[in-house]
């Protein structure tokens, strides 16, 4: 079982940036692999990005494609997403989720965290 605690959210001016972690508890973080999504009131939780096993394969969503990087440090067990260049329409809540294989769907992860919440003001 992998449990999975984020980090990082907050309130930020449209145009800024943040970087949200997200760590993992066991020692078998590396055999998982990682997602971001994000869900903001009154809609569904969305596909964000994610990250292969061993980190070569990356995977974004159209809309945070080249303002978003996801990575990992398998050493550390945490998945990080930095997001640059926010806009208001980013507020959600965040969740990192682990998996066996990079999805966009949700329902193809088996660990997920609380979430953190992230606020773009305009």
């Known amino acids: 079982q992998v449990q999975l605690v984020e980090s990082g959210g907050g309130l930020v001016q449209a145009g800024g940036s943040l970087r949200l972690s997200c760590a993992a508890s066991?020692?078998?973080?590396?055999?998982?692999?990682m997602g971001w999504f994000r869900q903001a009131p009154g809609r569904e939780r969305e596909f964000v990005a994610a990250?292969?096993?061993?980190?070569?394969?990356?995977y974004y969503a159209d809309s945070v494609k080249g303002r978003f990087t996801i990575s990992r440090d398998n050493a550390k067990n945490t998945v990080y997403l930095q997001m640059n260049s926010l806009k208001p329409e980013d507020t959600a809540v965040y969740y990192c989720a682990a998996g066996r294989v990079p999805r966009t769907t949700m329902y193809e992860y088996d660990y997920w965290g609380q979430g953190t919440q992230v606020t773009v003001s305009s």
């Open positions: 990250i292969s096993r061993g980190g070569s394969s990356t």
């Open positions: 066991g020692r078998t973080f590396s055999s998982y692999a």
